[in-house]
């Protein structure tokens, strides 16, 4: 794998998936407590549980496409079942697979879009549900502004190196890649990055997460 974003012992570069790709009316989902996805990133997943490697096993076969999700606090008392999840996630295609002779899954997934569940079913042993595309276009009027934040948030990343764990910027990333990167693999509170992931786009997401690295560097002693 070539490496991109670096944060902890995870891994990641830019999504692949095709931009021609449709997000279907209905999509298995994936929830975690704290693992996300943002546009135009990937996230590398280890699937074990007989329910998710059933999941991967159909998406394979299909169009390849799972949504990212996150739980609910208080998922714990209901984990086996259909925990409450946020309704804004972010979908993404399986780039890379690996399947291990016990039959779990290494993937890479890359972000197609963002989505919002409208209504789940229950036809799989997995979860399925019925979303919406939310899409991201940065206009160009905002493209000046957005690059101005990326200069602050690189600053931001470089001071709040010492307290929290946050990414390695790759050479190279555009100004979209950078916030949704820092976003996304910031040791941030999964709530934080839940609203972060919600922001209507690249431009708000990166005055939030400006905000929240401030605070971060201001409580330094």
Avoid at 8 to 37: H, Y
Avoid at 48 to 64: Q, T
Avoid at 141 to 156: G, M, N, P
Avoid at 178 to 201: F, M
Wanted: charged residues 25%.
């Amino acid at each position: 794998m070539v490496a991109g974003w670096l944060a902890a012992a995870i891994i990641a570069i830019p999504s692949t998936a095709a931009p021609q790709t449709s997000l279907p009316d209905t999509i298995p989902i994936f929830p975690l407590e704290d693992v996300m996805l943002f546009p135009g990133m990937s996230v590398p997943l280890h699937i074990f549980e007989p329910r998710y490697k059933a999941m991967i096993a159909d998406a394979l076969k299909g169009n390849r496409i799972i949504g990212m999700v996150l739980l609910r606090p208080g998922y714990e008392k209901d984990y086996e079942r259909s925990p409450s999840v946020f309704q804004v996630g972010c979908a993404g295609v399986i780039n890379d697979v690996e399947q291990l002779p016990n039959g779990e899954y290494n993937i890479t997934l890359g972000a197609l879009t963002k989505y919002r569940i409208t209504r789940e079913e229950a036809s799989k042993p997995y979860r399925i549900a019925h979303v919406t595309a939310i899409a991201e276009v940065l206009a160009d009027k905002d493209k000046a502004a957005l690059h101005a934040q990326r200069l602050r948030l690189e600053t931001l990343v470089a001071a709040a190196r010492d307290r929290i764990p946050v990414p390695q910027i790759p050479p190279g990333a555009s100004d979209e890649e950078v916030v949704n990167g820092v976003a996304q693999y910031s040791d941030l509170d999964p709530l934080d990055r839940e609203r972060l992931l919600e922001r209507d786009g690249s431009l708000s997401r990166a005055a939030a997460l400006i905000d929240l690295l401030e605070k971060v560097v201001a409580a330094a002693p």
